[in-house]
């Protein structure tokens, strides 16, 4: 497989990682009815730029846009680590309950014991950076 096209696969992977975390997003506030609490519409800030970015990218096969999507995705990815210990973590919980109108540390979504809703964030997050750092080391490989 080509350089070319194996970048071309990672930025619609990325895409595609974006869409699906924003159309979840977006199915958990509006057909669920979940109010946000601040820490998760911090992790919407960072996502839902994603899903236009890498469709741009994707189509313009601009592998450039590695570079500019990876510090959003590693700020997301803190933001929903951090979020993610507030639901888990004991000794972060009190600071869960000072965080808006719906507090932080409230899990909607509780599947296994461990898949909440800023998991879900995490995981997309951490995907979508590992394919950025595989497109950068593709293009820099290629040169």
């Not at 507090?103 to 909440?116: A, Q």
């Given at each position: ?15 595609g ?83 808006g ?18 998991f ?24």
């Open positions: 497989m080509t350089a070319a096209k194996k970048v071309e696969y990672l930025l619609l992977g990325a895409w990682m974006a869409l699906i975390a924003t159309l979840g997003s977006l199915y958990f506030s509006e057909i669920q009815r979940y109010v946000a609490c601040e820490l998760c519409w911090v992790q919407r800030i960072f996502m839902y730029p994603l899903v236009v970015t890498l469709g741009i990218a994707a189509v313009k096969k601009d592998a450039k846009q590695a570079y500019y999507t990876l510090p959003l995705t590693v700020i997301g990815m803190g933001v929903s680590l951090y979020h993610y210990s507030v639901q888990k973590l004991s000794f972060l919980a009190e600071a869960g309950e000072a965080c109108y719906i507090p932080c540390n409230y899990e909607y979504i509780n599947v296994f014991g461990f898949i909440t809703i800023p879900l964030a995490l995981t997309a997050f951490t995907i979508i950076s590992i394919l950025m750092i595989m497109t950068i080391k593709t293009t820099r490989s290629d040169k």
